[in-house]
């Protein structure tokens, strides 16, 4: 009976597919870890990634935007103003887009503990030439990736990042940078369960949607180094991933206005 308990717990959440964001609120009460997907630049995902927060009331974030030294500037003294935060985290030197769209997430959980999962760009370069296990370190096991990827597997994963880099990328490199992904990924998942191990939850992730995927991002990572986390994955897309998007829940917003984004490669 335990056992079954226990199994109904992990089951988040009880139905998959697409979700209106008035009903995040709802979805991701009783869970663990909410892994919470976003395209970068659209303002829409991050309005629901902090309306999710604010009904989660985690005890920490998780980001991907951040390194555990930025993620320690993040003080109640510069939390409130945007200006202050922004400058303390050096946002802008980091290349990401507007501040203004990340700030009301923080303000949305005034009171967790903030955690950055982003590594230095020599080790995510030395994982394109190396593989991810050599740069993790001990614990690169438990994170599963010390294992060969199957090869239908790492296929699809090579086609997202071609299509990813616009196909602009020699074909030879693109193993190279499924590792790299995989790193961040478990980068991310350890991230979490330190987060986990300090506040005991819940931990809300924000990330780009390509990292929230369970069939290959940090809720695969995690089922691998703690299985016993209820974690749920939301995507966020600009079109109809279909009945088969490997997320648990999903939401589609309009596209903001944009440059093609290729012509920067």
């Known amino acids: 009976m335990k056992a079954l308990l226990a199994l109904l717990l992990t089951a988040l959440p009880a139905l998959a597919g697409p979700i209106a964001p008035a009903d995040l609120a709802?979805?991701?009460?009783?869970?663990?870890?909410?892994?919470?997907?976003?395209?970068?630049?659209?303002?829409?995902?991050?309005?629901?990634?902090?309306?999710?927060?604010?009904?989660?009331?985690?005890?920490?974030?998780?980001?991907?935007?951040?390194?555990?030294?930025?993620?320690?500037?993040?003080?109640?003294?510069?939390?409130?103003?945007?200006?202050?935060?922004?400058?303390?985290?050096?946002?802008?030197?980091?290349?990401?887009?507007?501040?203004?769209?990340?700030?009301?997430?923080?303000?949305?959980?005034?009171?967790?503990?903030?955690?950055?999962?982003?590594?230095?760009?020599?080790?995510?370069?030395q994982a394109v030439r190396d593989g991810a296990a050599a740069v993790f370190g001990a614990d690169a096991a438990a994170y599963g990736l010390d294992r060969a990827l199957p090869p239908e597997d790492l296929a699809a994963r090579i086609a997202l990042q071609d299509a990813a880099h616009c196909g602009k990328l020699p074909a030879a490199l693109l193993p190279g940078m499924v590792e790299a992904q995989r790193l961040r990924d478990a980068a991310l998942a350890r991230a979490v369960v330190q987060a986990m191990a300090k506040t005991g939850g819940p931990v809300a992730v924000i990330t780009g949607t390509g990292h929230a995927r369970r069939d290959q991002g940090v809720p695969a990572a995690l089922a691998l180094a703690a299985p016993g986390l209820r974690v749920l994955a939301v995507g966020q897309l600009e079109a109809d991933p279909g009945p088969d998007a490997p997320f648990d829940l999903w939401i589609v917003s309009p596209a903001p206005p944009r440059g093609d984004p290729c012509a920067a490669l």
């Open 26 to 125: 709802a979805a991701v009460q009783g869970a663990d870890v909410v892994v919470l997907g976003e395209v970068h630049d659209n303002p829409a995902h991050h309005a629901h990634q902090a309306q999710a927060v604010a009904a989660l009331r985690p005890a920490a974030l998780v980001f991907e935007m951040l390194t555990p030294d930025q993620a320690a500037r993040v003080t109640p003294e510069v939390r409130t103003d945007a200006v202050a935060l922004e400058a303390a985290l050096g946002w802008v030197a980091a290349g990401w887009p507007d501040f203004a769209m990340y700030h009301p997430i923080f303000l949305a959980a005034p009171g967790a503990v903030v955690h950055g999962a982003a590594l230095p760009r020599d080790q995510v370069r």
